[in-house]
């Protein structure tokens, strides 16, 4: 029998909560499967934990951006199969995070097909930033260099709107708030969704 399968880059979060439980090691492969425990459920009700493959230990959690693909792909068929592969050490951004490549396994065509196409339109970003922007380690210029180059080697597609009018631009009570760039940038951010999001 044929089996598909689907590979990108993502994170698995919550490392914060399992660091005591678990120190990472490059190449070391988890199962991802759904979390049916109550206290998961409150928080993402699609919940799709992170396990250790030698003794079933829980360890992190798939990104709630992600886990509805994935609790959806794994509830269509039996036989359909999740791994993570660490690839790197933890990072600091939501919490703890360590990245890892995901492969999705199955024996539908259809199934892959869809899947890859969900997961594709996750990567694609619009950013509205401004020129003049001086927040220091937050969305100055430098920190919008860096950005782009980060999106750009992970190979994610992007957008990138840049205004010249102040940070916070779209606050009505702030003293940037500039109403033509607030409307051209909001007729941006609904092109873009039309766009990826029909």
Known sequence: MFVYEVEFSFVIRGHHVYKAA?????GESLACRNDDRKEAKEHDEYAVGTYLEADNKLV???PMELSFLI???????????????????R??????????????????RAIATKFEEEITRLKELCIHMDITD???GFSSPKDVKALTEKLDAGGVKYELHMYDTGHVFTNPTNTNYTKEILD???????????KHLA
């Open 22 to 26: 678990w120190s990472p090691i490059i």
């Open 60 to 62: 992190g959690h798939v």
């Open 71 to 89: 609790f959806t792909f794994l509830k269509a068929r039996h036989e359909n199969k999740v791994q993570v592969k660490v690839t790197g050490s």
């Open 91 to 108: 990072r600091l951004e939501n919490g703890l995070v360590v990245p890892g490549a995901f492969l999705a396994r199955t024996t539908s």
């Open 134 to 136: 001086n927040l220091e």
């Open 184 to 194: 051209l940038a909001l007729g941006r951010m609904i092109d873009f969704m039309k």
